[in-house]
């Protein structure tokens, strides 16, 4: 089965995995602050805190951003779960906006009328890897004195208006995620990028138990004191973790250029096809391709289930990103039955995503080009 995302690892990430090994510190030592310093020079930012997941720096972010219990969060659907579910676990309640339907992008158009009193903060998520329209989602957070944080798990070196996401020029905080799907990995991990001090100070301390080594509250009571000073969890990335993670951000760039050279073989081939929708990038994006999603047209769109199905029984792992997010039972039980997304609704009936990854060969391109060929010829519409 071709997979639809995997991690490249070489020669260079296990020596610099076996390096740390042999060392005296495979956590809490000189890697992790290392891995931090070039992931913010790599994105533009001022301040990089990095987590054992995307999931835990999602929390995180939402956490040092002031999201509480009772507050309102305006997001997207069409995400993976991890986005609301962070939000659940501080009480606060997603609130779904419809999509655009090229995009699959949170619909900046969308998002006004949902705010309220309790709205806090507006989390867009740049889906596969186009950046939302952040000029315009900023705009609209300034006028209400919201908060703006990017779920950027799909978005690791994707540019708006030339800017890297990651640069939070139009956000408060930037979430990525390491797991081998995503652009680089380090086996589980992620990162939380800000250019403001307060939210960098509280990622830190959230990560590691809520202690405070140099600010005390109290007088210190000798060389072994610190202090626990908000709540906090043990969310730390290992150094073993951060030296892949270090070697893997060299290729970075190496990567995308391979996964924008894969979506122009796609585009190139598949531009004419009756069929489907291809992904397209706007004027305002730097498309970093961590999915290449296609949407069936109306013509043969109540073929999705055979078409998905025929695919994979060719080997082919082609998979749904993602059932719309109000749609699974425990969001059901919390209240999300009227969910009026028309547009998330219809991307969710269309879409599939094809694989896309480095380490896709040419052979393998062309294997998967064959077999959409017969599988639309095989519905004989
Ligand atoms: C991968 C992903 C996450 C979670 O990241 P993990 O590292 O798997 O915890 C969150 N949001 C989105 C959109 C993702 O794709």
Known sequence: MISYGRQWI??????????????????????VKEFEEKLAKYCGAKYCVVFNSGTS???????????????????????FVATTNMLLVLGARPVFADVEEDTGNIDPNSIEDLITEKTKAIVPVHYGGHPVDLEVIRSIANRYELKVIEDACHALGAKYKGSKIGSCKYSDATVFSFHPVKHITTGEGGA????????YKKLLLFRNHGINRDKFVNKSEGPWYYEVQMVGFNFRLTDIQASLGISQLRKLDRFINKRRYIASFYAENLKSNPFFYIPEEKNYAFHSYHLYPIRLKDSVVRWKREIVKSLLNKGVGVQVHYIPVYRHPFYRELGYNNVNCPKAEDFYKRVFTLPIHPSLKEEELNFILEALHRVFEELEV
Do not use: H, M, R, W
Not at 15 to 26: G, P, R, Y
Not at 57 to 78: Q, R
């Open 57 to 79: 720096a999602l929390l995180g972010a939402y956490f040092a951003c002031g999201i509480s219990e009772g507050d309102e969060v305006i997001t997207t659907p069409i995400t």
């Open 192 to 199: 939380v990028l800000t250019n403001d001090e307060e939210i």
């Open 10 to 31: 070489d020669e260079e990430d296990i020596k610099a995995v076996v390096e740390v090994l042999k060392s005296d510190f495979i956590t809490q030592g000189p890697k």
